[in-house]
Nanobody, 115 residues
Framework: QVQLVESGGGLVQAGGSLRLSCAAS????????GSWYRQAPGNQRALVAT???????NYADSVKGRFTISRDNAKNTVYLQMSSLKPEDTAVYYC?????????WGKGTLVTVSS
């Protein structure tokens, strides 16, 4: 079975940086589209960034210029580099991926930005 495992979440001060990782394990041919979503209490889950198999990326306006999504195909891993973090970035961040024609979600990792 395929599994997505997020790591890198934690507590960081405003203005700081943090890198999240999403590692896919199991029977994997490739990650087609990899994405990061986030959800804060009382809010809907929202798309943060997406990266295609060809390396094309897209970002939500709220994080554009501050976050960078990338991938390492050899490691079957998708990353989210977050810089200039703000308290409003506090949320549970979820990895999502299309792998071998199937859709998968990670269980989430909590990012807390203190002021």
């Amino acid at each position: 079975q395929v599994q997505l495992v997020e790591s890198g979440g934690g507590l960081v001060q405003a203005g700081g940086s943090l890198r999240l990782s999403c590692a896919a394990s199991g029977s994997i041919f490739s990650i087609n589209v990899g994405s990061w979503y986030r959800q804060a209490p009382g809010n809907q889950r929202a798309l943060v960034a997406t990266i295609s198999s060809g390396g094309n990326s897209n970002y939500a306006d709220s994080v554009k210029g501050r976050f960078t999504i990338s991938r390492d195909n050899a490691k079957n891993t998708v990353y989210l580099q977050m810089s200039s973090l703000k308290p409003e970035d506090t949320a549970v961040y979820y990895c999502h991926a299309l792998i071998n024609g199937m859709e998968y979600w990670g269980k989430g990792t909590l990012v807390t930005v203190s002021s």
